[in-house]
Structure formats: C-alpha cells, structure tokens
C-alpha cells in the first residue's frame, strides 16, 4: 500500500514538473513567435502608408492638371478677347458689308468661345474643390496613420525590450525544469513537441477531450487519468495527458503565471 502511494505521488510530481515544463515552453514560443510577426506588421503598416500617400500624389497631380487646363481655357479667353479688339478696330475702317458681315462673324465666334472657356473654367473648378475636399479628408487620415505607426513602433520596441527580459528568465527556468525530468521522459517530451504544430507536448484534457483535438478520449482512458497513476499518452495526437484539475492547479502557481501577475 505505502509502494502504491508512492508510485501514485511519483507520477503525479512528474506531472507537475512536466507540465509546468509546457506553460514555460508554450509561452516562450508565443514570445518568439511575436518576435518573428512584428517585421510583418510594421512592413504591413508601412505599405498602408506608402499607398495613402501615392493616392495623395495622384490626386495632387490631378488637381495641377486641371489647374493647367484652367489656365489654358484663360489665355483661350485673352485670346479672343484680343481679337474681338482687333475685329472690332477693323470695322470702323470697312465699308463694304460683306467683309462687315464676316467680321461680325468672327467677334460672335469668339464670343462664343469666351463663354465656353468660362463655362469650363467653371466645371474645372468644381473638380478641384471636390478634389481638395477629397486630398484634406485623405491628408488628415495619413496624419493619424502616421501617428499610429509611431506609436506602435514605439510601443511594439518596449515590449521587444520586455520580452527579450522574460525570454532570458524563461529560458532558465525550462532548463531548470528539464533537468528534474528523468532523461527518457524529457527525449519523450521534446519529440512530441517538436513533432505538433502548436508545440504542445502536454495536454490538458477537457470535457473529455485533449485540449486543441476534437477526439475524446475513451472512458476508461479518462478514469486512468483522474486517478494519476500512470503516465497516459493520447493516441490520436501522441501528446501526453494531465487531467483538467491537476493543470488549473499548476497553471495559477506557475512561474509564467506569477510572472504575468507581476508586470
């Protein structure tokens, strides 16, 4: 009875060490992992700036554009209205009415012509105010695009900084966990690790199920596991399973857990 006692403690002590083990592991590889998404979100950042600003350009461009068409249409209007002037002159040294006639012609053309001009000056100006409506609108939002990029850089490089602290002190502490894991059971722990996705080599089961499979584990299975006697390993994922209660237990003393409560 004593020996069952103490094979029943043993187990249950290297579930604790191992799982403690994962919760230092798990969130070191959530730190690396931010640490490798950052270049990613701030190139995201930058590109979403670049573009604001060459639809700033383009926009600009247009806008020159259609100052110079304006321009244009006001010498057009100097233009005839210089010609008015010299037909005008011209009539009062002509006698004959036909040249008469033709140079009415001309002043009226040019007339015309003014008043198209003018009435395109008029609808160029309309394009460019609804334009710099449009360019003050996008100008204010690159502003605070710009502002929000500076601040989370800034705020992403203080929690590199503080990352880079916690990955030391967890780096130390896996190391100091491992060493208390019999050699075969750490070869075991870091083969499942490095052989699923998420890393997680220890798995708390709940509602009947190892946490992140969709497969339950049998009843018997389950029994096996709540009386903490042996070592169980989940034959759908290979990982090696702690029943729910056992791991709440270790997560709210763990190192990474009053590590967190302290920051």
Avoid at 107 to 123: F, M, N, R, S
Avoid at 169 to 175: G, M, P, W, Y
Avoid at 242 to 263: M, P
Wanted: hydrophobic fraction near 35%; charge should be positive; proline fraction near 2%.
């Amino acid at each position: 009875m004593v020996h069952k006692i103490q094979e029943a403690v043993t187990v249950i002590d290297k579930l604790r060490v191992l799982y403690n083990l994962q919760l230092i592991d798990s969130r070191i590889d959530e730190i690396r992992k931010f640490r490798g998404n950052i270049p990613m979100e701030i190139k995201s950042l930058e590109e979403e700036i670049d573009q604001m600003k060459k639809k700033l350009e383009n926009l600009n461009e247009d806008i020159l554009y259609i100052k110079e068409n304006i321009n244009k249409q006001n010498k057009n209007i100097k233009s005839s209205d210089i010609l008015i002037k010299k037909y005008e002159k011209q009539k009062d040294h002509i006698k004959n009415h036909k040249e008469l006639y033709s140079l009415d012609k001309e002043i009226d053309y040019q007339k015309l012509e003014i008043q198209l001009a003018k009435k395109k000056i008029k609808e160029l100006n309309v394009q460019i105010d609804k334009r710099e409506e449009i360019f003050k609108k996008k100008e204010y939002l690159l502003k605070n695009k710009e502002e929000h990029f500076f601040h989370k850089k800034k705020e992403l490089n203080k929690i590199l900084l503080e990352n880079d602290k916690e990955e030391k002190i967890l780096l130390e502490q896996s190391l100091c966990f491992s060493k208390k894991v019999e050699n075969g059971l750490l070869k075991t722990y870091l083969r499942i690790r490095n052989g699923v996705k998420n890393g997680v080599a220890v798995a708390p089961v709940q509602r009947g199920a190892p946490l992140g499979s969709y497969l339950a584990i049998t009843p018997q299975k389950y029994s096996e596991l709540i009386q903490r006697n042996k070592l169980l390993i989940d034959e759908h994922s290979g990982r090696i399973l702690i029943d729910a209660e056992l791991a709440e237990e270790e997560k709210k003393k763990s190192f990474v857990f009053c590590y967190k409560k302290k920051l």
